[in-house]
C-alpha cells in the first residue's frame, strides 16, 4: 500500500530566549492509509512539535530541514496557499484543548459549517445542514439545539466533541489527535478515545494519535513511537513494545502508570529529574542525566538505532542490560 505519510529526519529549530534550541532532531517514520500511530512522552518531548511541523503551524521564526511528504507532495516547501488547501480538508486536527481552539463568538453550527464553505463550497443551507449530520455522528446530545449554542454553553466532553466534527468535516485521509482529552474526566476520556477509534475505522483514515498515556496507546494505536528530547528514542508494533520495553525511559514511563489494586499509600515509581529544556539537551542520548543505566559512552554521541525485534527498534547501547 502507498505511504500516505513520510517523515524523514525531520528538524525543527525554534528561537527562544536563550538562543535557538532544537525541539526536534532528525524524527522519521511513515504511515499508510489507514493505519494508527501512536507518538508518546512527557511534556516537552517533541510530540505537539511534530503535530504542528505536519500542519504547517510552527511559530514564526522555526526551522525546518528533512522532509515531510504527505501523498506524494512535499509540505515543507509548500507556499500557505496551498496548505490552507490541505489544512482542515485532507488533514483534520483535533486541538488538546477545545475552549481556546473554538472561537468563543461564533456559534458552533457556524464554525463546523466554515471548513465546509471553505473546502466544499457549500452554500450556507448545505453547511448548516452537513454540521448538524456531523454534530448527530459524534453523538452530541440534543444536537438540532446545539447548532446554535456557542462553546462556553457547553459541557468540557461537548466542545471536545464539537472540536472532532470539525476536523471530521471534510473527510479528511488522516486525523491528528493532539491529546484529545486533556482536562476531560476519565469517563468522558473514554467515549471520546472511543469514538475516535470508531471514526477512524468507519472512514479508513489514518490517525496519529498524541499522548502521554500508555494505556491509551495499548487501546488505540498500531504503531508506537516513543519520544524524549525531540527524538523518537524507541519505536514499534504496539504490541512488540509492551512485550519488550526496551528503553530505560519507556519502562520508567510503564513503572509510574497508576495500578488498580495498590494498597492505601503506596508510592508511584517515578523518573528521576526532569525533561531537560530544548536548549540545553546534552550532545549525547538526552535521557543520560535520569538513567540509571548511564556510562560515560552514553554521553559522547547520539546512540545509533539497535534492533529488538522484527520492525522494534531502540536508541540506547544498553538496551540489553535490565
Given at each position: 500500500?502507498?505511504?500516505l505519510l513520510t517523515v524523514t529526519d525531520l528538524r525543527v529549530t525554534?528561537?527562544?530566549?536563550r538562543g535557538q534550541a532544537d525541539a526536534l532532531r532528525g524524527v522519521s517514520f511513515s504511515m499508510a492509509r489507514g493505519d494508527t500511530l501512536g507518538l508518546i512522552g512527557e511534556s516537552g518531548c517533541g510530540k505537539s512539535i511534530t503535530a504542528l511541523a505536519l500542519m504547517g503551524l510552527l511559530p514564526e521564526g522555526a526551522k525546518v530541514s528533512g522532509s515531510i511528504v504527505f501523498d506524494g507532495q512535499p509540505m515543507t516547501t509548500l507556499p500557505e496557499a496551498q496548505l490552507c488547501r490541505l489544512r482542515g480538508n485532507r488533514i483534520g486536527m483535533i486541538?488538546?484543548?477545545?475552549?481556546?481552539a473554538l472561537n468563543p463568538l461564533h456559534t458552533v453550527g457556524r464554525q463546523i459549517g466554515e471548513s465546509l464553505r471553505l473546502h466544499?463550497?457549500?452554500s450556507g443551507a448545505a453547511a448548516r445542514a452537513e454540521a448538524l449530520r456531523l454534530l448527530e455522528r459524534v453523538r452530541l446530545p440534543q444536537a438540532a439545539q446545539r447548532l446554535d449554542a456557542h462553546p462556553h454553553q457547553l459541557s468540557g466532553g461537548q466542545r471536545q466533541r464539537?472540536?472532532?466534527a470539525i476536523a471530521l468535516a471534510c473527510g479528511p485521509d488522516l486525523l491528528v489527535a493532539d491529546e484529545p482529552t486533556t482536562a476531560l474526566d476519565v469517563t468522558i476520556q473514554r467515549e471520546v478515545l472511543d469514538l475516535i477509534a470508531e471514526l477512524v475505522r468507519e472512514d479508513?483514515?489514518?490517525l496519529l494519535l498524541i499522548s502521554h498515556d500508555l494505556g491509551v496507546m495499548a487501546d488505540t494505536v498500531q504503531r508506537m513511537l516513543v519520544m524524549y528530547g525531540g527524538t523518537v528514542v524507541e519505536s514499534g508494533p504496539t504490541a512488540a513494545i509492551f512485550a519488550r520495553l526496551a528503553h530505560p525511559y519507556s519502562r520508567g514511563l510503564f513503572a509510574a502508570r497508576p495500578r488498580l489494586g495498590l494498597a492505601r499509600g503506596t508510592r508511584l515509581a517515578t523518573i528521576p529529574g526532569r525533561v531537560p529544556e530544548l536548549i540545553d539537551l546534552p550532545p549525547g542520548c538526552p535521557f543520560a542525566d535520569r538513567c540509571q543505566l548511564v556510562i560515560d559512552e552514553c554521553r559522547r554521541a547520539p546512540p545509533p538505532p539497535q534492533i529488538v525485534s522484527a520492525g522494534h527498534e531502540v536508541r540506547c547501547?544498553?538496551?540489553?542490560?535490565a
Open positions: 500500500m502507498p505511504e525554534l528561537n527562544t530566549a486541538f488538546q484543548e477545545p475552549m481556546t466544499k463550497g457549500l464539537v472540536v472532532i479508513g483514515m489514518g547501547i544498553r538496551w540489553d542490560q
